[in-house]
Every structure is written in C-alpha cells, then in structure tokens.
C-alpha cells in the first residue's frame, strides 16, 4: 500500500468537514423528523425501555446491553421521545466513524470517505432508522470491534486486544448473533501469518480474559434462569410452535433464497451509486493477504454464515438479522475495483448519496404523516398508538383509589411494555401475567403491594392473559373500560377505537415508600 496517497490526482480537502456533513444530516434529519411524525416509539423500542429500567443482567428475548443503553436515552426526558431518536442515529454515525477510520487503512482520502458516504445507499441506513432495537446497537459495536481488532493484529498492541476484549464481551451482551462474526475473525486469525503471530504472544489470551469478565455476570444470569434467552430463540426460530410444518428441504433453500433477496434489495441503492466506479481508471494498490482476507471476513463472513445456517437447518432467516451485515460492504467493492477516485467524481457521487439519503428520508417522513389517508388500517401501525394516553389514564384511576405510586402493572405483554415507557410514576412490568415473560418478578410481591392489570381487546394472546387473570387474580375487581383513539398528525377521525379494561388489585398489606 504504498502507493496509496500517489495515485490519485488530487488530494481531498476538509475530509472532516465531509464526514461532519454526513454525520450532521444523520443525526439532525433522522431525529428531528420521526420524532415530529410519530406519536409513539416502535414497540420493540419501548420493550426495551421497560427491561432496561429494571436493570437486570438478562431478559427473556435478549441479553441487557440494548435494553440498557435505550432506557438511558429515554430517561434524558420526561416528555419526549427525541433522545431515543438521537440514540438511533448515533450508532448509526459512530458505524461512519469506524467505517471511515479504517478505509483509510486501504484508501486514499476520497476513496475512504466515499466507503462512508455509499451506506447511504444501503436501507439499513437510511430508512426506517427511527427504531432502537439489539439489532441497532449491534451496529455501532461490532464496527468497533472490526476497528480494534485490525489495528490489534497489525500494531500488534496490547491496548487494542483489551479494547476488543472490551467490544467482544459487549458484542455478546448486545445479541447473541454476534457468533457470526466471531467465527470469521477467528478464522482470520488461524489462517493468516500476523493472525498466528499475535495467538503466540499474550494480548489476544488477555482480551479473551477481559471478554468473559464482561460476559460472566450474564452468564451467570442465564444459569440461575434456565438459559432464559436462549430458551427464546429455541422457541422463536427451532421450534415455533406457529410453524404449521416441519422444517424440510423446501425449506432449506427457500429461507436462504429469501433472505438473500430480501439483503440485495437492502443494498440496490448503494450498488446503482457504484456503477460509475467500474468504468473509472483502477489504481496500482496491493494488499496483504491479512488485509485482503479480514476486509473479506467482515464484509461477507456474517451474511455467508447465516446463509449456511439456513441451508443446513431449514430455519427461517428473519431479514432484520442482516441490520449490522453491510457496514463494510461499500469498502469492499471499492478495495475490490480499486476505481481512481477523483475530487470531482467524489464530490458528484457524495453529493448523490446525500441528495438519496435525504430523499428517503422525506419519503418515509412522509408516508408516516399521510399514512392515515392513504392506508386502511393504519390504526395497526405503532406511530400511531396512542400510549401516552392510555398510560395516564391508568396512572389517574391508579390515584383516584391510592395516593402512593402505582407499584406494579399487568396485562399483554406489548401493551404494558408500550404503556410502562410514558409512565411518571415507573410501575414495575408484568408482562402477559407470566413469570416466564417476566423473570424479575416477584407474584407474591404483586399480591402484597398491588397494583393494576389492563385487558386490551382484539390483540394477539388477550384470551390467555384473560384466564391467567381469572385463575391467578379472582381478586382483581374490575373498575371499568375506556377507549382510546389511535392519534395521528393529521385531523383525521379513525374508524376503530383502542378498548381496554380495568382491573384493581388491591395491596394485602399497608404501602411503604417505594
């Protein structure tokens, strides 16, 4: 890579103030305008502000690092969802950052901000961004974690093998899917003559250390609730109990085929920008069999493992899976071409990635603003669910009967998870009335100080919270229904109303303060 700075005609200027441009557009567009167009945060993200307000090591669906992270951001704010909105975009830029820290490692200026400036391209950066979820916070981690670990192997230093010791350990709490990326580098390291360099001394043995310590308190989660969120995927992804066959051969192909499809069209925008580039002259740059092989890894290792995974198995590949897999693709393609990038052919092309980026952001804006026009049922869709109400109304029942905080609430296990988020007072969450659901819960605790429990009707799973109220609660006394209106932006009068009932459970000893 010597020849790195020479073969391009003209240096790039204010490379800081490009990356600043594309950073302020994330994080000033994709905040400002979900936050003005949606009522509610996504119901994903609101279930994991309830767990991360509980601050366990664990839960029944993820490990905590999401849940953790979002319930900091949202407790920036009593009234507004904007913090959560900045979390989102956030790692989505700290994603630029190391993207952009690394191809400069393989490319001149230009080049290196282009690998940024293309995930533009790429849907998972530029539509339907607004949500915070494991796999949101899985992409800012596992950037890191690419970052450290090249610059581990190749200065050869032991303070980057801690740090990612550090990420790795994170990258677990973050989702477990993060084997598939740790089988990749681990190849990388076995195979390569610096990975096998750095395997005979101590610094990588040290970060694995550091690694585990994080992990060990999750771990130890685990053991003491029967490996809660791996029972989880077993369940949601092996053996789903909605599945209405057997996994096949059909299947074998029909998942990866799918998922494949479903990826490529995540990444069409961003491999129209490059066609440009195939016709551009190519550079003189050779790399490494480390380089080529790591940059190689990280780009497809991920997405070539998951497809293995379906073939081999015949499990459904859900797509958002993919949410952390193209990070590094643009960097591929350009170290692949190896195009001559030019200060005017960076500037027209960075120009129609933001001109793109902004476009889909306008589109999506506003489909969510005009939605209630355009769609029938748009009432279904969580931007438009009206939480904040619902929530106050059971906080305002709740001290018409007691004037202490409302110590518990209950009821399906969505509609509590949206409802707890805007609640002032901070209830505890029972979800689905299921200790299973709810693995912090104490059911004698519940009984004791009390609380309320809400039936939402016409949702997924409202029979079996109904009985488990009857059978486990005969002593909740019903105090009412009320309906809600699903709320948009526009002055619009929604067909359907939102109803809920109301049940008082009455605390079986005098309240303390909480």
């Not at 567009?29 to 664990?58: C, K, M, Y």
């Not at 981690?141 to 303070?159: D, G, M, Q």
């Not at 009432?379 to 904040?388: F, I």
Request: glycine letters at 6%; a neutral charge; aromatic letters at 14%.
């Amino acid at each position: 890579m010597d020849d790195l700075q020479t073969n391009t005609s003209e240096p790039l200027k204010y490379p800081l103030r490009w990356l600043s441009l594309l950073c302020f557009f994330q994080l000033t567009f994709w905040t400002l305008a979900p936050n003005w167009v949606r009522h509610s945060l996504n119901s994903d993200t609101l279930e994991g502000i309830a767990w991360g307000n509980l601050w366990q090591w664990g839960y029944d669906k993820h490990p905590p690092l999401a849940a953790w992270v979002t319930a900091l951001f949202a407790n920036l704010s009593d009234t507004s969802d904007l913090p959560v909105y900045f979390l989102a975009q956030l790692s989505i830029v700290i994603v630029f950052i190391a993207v952009w820290r690394l191809a400069k490692e393989y490319l001149p200026g230009q080049g290196a901000l282009l690998a940024v400036f293309l995930l533009q391209g790429v849907l998972f950066y530029s539509n339907r961004v607004e949500r915070v979820t494991p796999d949101t916070i899985q992409g800012p981690v596992w950037a890191l974690l690419a970052l450290t670990f090249y610059f581990a192997v190749t200065r050869e230093s032991l303070k980057y093998w801690l740090l990612t010791g550090v990420l790795a350990g994170l990258a677990v709490l973050a989702k477990y899917q993060v084997a598939v990326l740790f089988l990749p580098l681990l190849i990388v390291l076995l195979i390569t003559k610096e990975g096998q360099k750095s395997l005979k001394t101590a610094a990588p043995w040290l970060g694995a250390i550091v690694a585990t310590l994080i992990v060990l308190p999750h771990l130890q989660w685990l053991m003491e609730n029967n490996f809660a969120a791996v029972g989880y995927l077993e369940e949601m992804y092996v053996d789903n109990p909605d599945s209405q066959h057997e996994s096949g051969w059909a299947d074998r192909f029909y998942y990866p085929l799918s998922f494949t499809v479903n990826s490529f069209n995540n990444i069409l925008p961003m491999l129209l920008l490059c066609i440009p580039l195939f016709r551009a002259k190519k550079l003189n740059i050779q790399y490494g069999s480390f380089e080529t092989l790591f940059l190689t890894a990280i780009a497809l290792g991920p997405f070539v493992l998951s497809i293995v995974f379906g073939l081999m198995t015949g499990e459904k590949l859900i797509p958002r899976w993919a949410t952390p897999y193209f990070a590094w693709l643009p960097l591929f393609i350009l170290v692949t071409l190896k195009p001559e990038i030019t200060y005017k052919r960076f500037r027209t092309l960075a120009i129609c990635c933001l001109a793109l980026g902004m476009t889909f952001c306008a589109l999506r804006t506003g489909f969510q603003y005009y939605k209630p026009l355009q769609k029938e049922r748009y009432w279904e869709s969580d931007d438009y669910m009206p939480a904040r109400e619902e929530m106050a109304y059971a906080d305002k029942l709740w001290q018409k009967y007691h004037s202490y905080p409302m110590p518990y609430l209950g009821g399906l296990h969505y509609h509590v998870a949206e409802l707890v988020p805007y609640s002032k007072t901070g209830p505890i969450p029972f979800f689905g009335l299921n200790p299973a659901e709810s693995l912090w819960m104490d059911v004698e605790d519940f009984h004791r100080r009390g609380g309320m429990i809400l039936i939402r009707h016409g949702r997924r799973n409202t029979d079996k919270v109904q009985k488990r109220l009857k059978d486990h609660y005969p002593d909740a006394v019903y105090i009412g229904s009320h309906s809600f209106k699903p709320v948009s932006r526009l002055d619009v009068d929604p067909p359907v109303e939102f109803k809920t009932d109301y049940y008082l459970l009455e605390p079986r000893t005098a309240p303390q303060n909480r």
